[in-house]
């Protein structure tokens, strides 16, 4: 399975910015996929997941503000992000599992770098 994440760049805060995530060698309909984040020196952190048929699962810290979706004849998935602040500044990486269901990500995607300006 190969992931490609595109969209990241430097925003003010309070902008939005999408990312996608394109997908390669695996039915992509019948994946969990899901976005997670990192800071260096931090844990990388789960962001949000949506599965096959659609049912969604946001962090704590992004919700009412992103929303996962999919396009499942692309094999794309997106994340949009609004009302960015500074702290949801890191490397966003796309993710993907071996099963329709949620639960831990079996691959990753190289990784967008997102920067909210103050």
């Known amino acids: 399975v190969q992931l490609q994440a595109s969209g990241g760049g430097l925003v003010r805060a309070g902008g939005p910015l999408r990312l996608s995530c394109a997908t390669s060698?695996?039915?992509?309909?019948?994946?969990?996929m899901g976005w997670s984040r990192q800071n260096p020196g931090k844990e990388r952190e789960f962001v949000a997941g949506?599965?096959?048929?659609?049912?969604?699962f946001y962090a704590d810290s992004v919700k009412g503000r992103f929303t996962i979706s999919r396009d499942n004849a692309k094999g794309t998935a997106y994340l949009q992000m609004n009302s960015l602040k500074p702290e949801d500044t890191a490397v966003y990486y796309c993710?993907?599992?071996?099963?329709?269901?949620?639960?831990?990500?079996?691959?990753w995607g190289q990784g967008t770098q997102v920067t909210v300006s103050s």
């Open positions: 993710a993907a599992r071996n099963s329709r269901y949620s639960g831990p990500f079996d691959y």
């Open positions: 060698g695996r039915t992509f309909s019948s994946s969990y």
């Open positions: 949506i599965t096959w048929t659609g049912g969604t």
